[in-house]
């Protein structure tokens, strides 16, 4: 039995680059089987199979807090306001904006997204609430008691086109007077990562 040994193979041939797809290893082989768009010649990786299963060439993770000095965010009575998440703790793919406070993935799929607001005072009546595109997607009530400041979280799985589709964390205010966020990384927080590319 003969052995044939190859490290890319092409599958098409169509004139446009694109439409084809190439199953190659990389130039040192690092006992990675990777899976590019493009030809033979010059494939764009799009994900590969280690002996751990499959994973996307870039498959975005990324959480945020807000720091910004010594004080929160003042939110109006009866008012939505965005939540200043200024500081990445990581951000795998570069897909979260500390300057606009937006997470808009470059790769479409499925993502798990979590995030929360806490208040610094014992005063309940808040919400918070993940805008897609902003309009309000998914929000989460406060909890809490008279000795114990309150959170309000909320989780959510949310397709994201890849593109364009951005997603923002606000906060509510139903308390009826002018109230104050905490800050920092386990007060005011927003994290996800894609679960299933499309």
Not at 42 to 69: D, H, L, Q
Not at 163 to 186: A, F, P, Q, V
Request: aromatic letters at 14%.
């Amino acid at each position: 039995m003969s052995t044939v040994k190859s490290k890319k193979y092409q599958v098409g041939t169509d004139a446009t680059a694109t439409n084809n797809f190439t199953i190659y290893q990389p130039g040192t082989p690092d006992g990675t089987l990777r899976i590019g768009v493009g030809n033979a010649d010059s494939p764009t990786e799009v994900g590969r199979f280690t002996s751990a299963g499959y994973k996307p060439a870039n498959a975005p993770a990324f959480s945020a807090y807000m720091v910004n000095g010594s004080t929160g965010v003042s939110v109006t009575s009866g008012s939505f306001t965005k939540i200043v998440l200024d500081t990445e703790e990581y951000d795998t793919n570069s897909n979260f904006d500390t300057s606009n406070y937006r997470f808009t993935p470059t790769v479409a799929g499925y993502y798990q997204i979590n995030a929360g607001v806490t208040m610094a005072s014992p005063d309940t009546g808040c919400a918070a609430y993940l805008y897609k595109n902003g309009s309000g997607y998914q929000w989460g009530s406060s909890r809490g008691t008279a000795n114990m400041f309150p959170t309000a979280t909320t989780t959510t799985l949310v397709y994201m086109n890849g593109s364009t589709d951005y997603l923002e964390l606000y906060i509510y205010n139903g308390h009826g007077t002018t109230l104050t966020t905490s800050y920092g990384r386990g007060y005011l927080f927003m994290n996800g990562l894609l679960v299933q590319q499309v």
